[in-house]
């Protein structure tokens, strides 16, 4: 069964980073998009970065610009989070999800993407 494990989250004091890193079980999940969303307790998910497959086009959500960066190593199946200048808001569990499909009209859907990780849970205090 194809997998995506998320790991990297913790607790941070506002201004501090954190790397998220997810690893997929498949090798073919090399050729798949990437997306990180974030859900905040009482909050519905929300769409954080996505990364094309090959890594050359990468999308943000405008709370996240240049705090985050999403990036990508195909060779070890993972993609990655890079957050900085965390804020309070930015606390909730962070997903990790990939599909096949997903493009640049798409990115930002939960329904775009068929396979999702369990969450890694990221909190930052004030």
């Known amino acids: 069964q194809v997998q995506l494990v998320e790991s990297g989250g913790g607790l941070v004091q506002a201004g501090g980073s954190l790397r998220l890193s997810c690893a997929a079980t498949?090798?073919?999940?090399?050729?798949?998009?990437k997306g990180w969303f974030r859900q905040a307790p009482g909050k519905e998910r929300e769409f954080v970065a996505a990364?094309?497959?090959?890594?050359?086009?990468?999308y943000y959500a405008d709370s996240v610009k240049g705090r985050f960066t999403i990036s990508r190593d195909n060779a070890k199946n993972t993609v990655y989070l890079q957050m900085n200048s965390l804020k309070p808001e930015d606390t909730g569990v962070y997903y990790c999800?990939?599909?096949?499909?997903?493009?640049?009209?798409?990115?930002?859907?939960?329904?775009?993407?068929?396979?999702w990780g369990q969450g890694t849970q990221v909190t930052v205090s004030s």
């Open positions: 990364i094309s497959w090959s890594g050359s086009n990468t």
């Open positions: 999800a990939a599909d096949r499909t997903a493009d640049s009209d798409t990115y930002y859907r939960m329904a775009a993407y068929d396979y």
């Open positions: 498949e090798r073919t999940f090399r050729s798949y998009v």
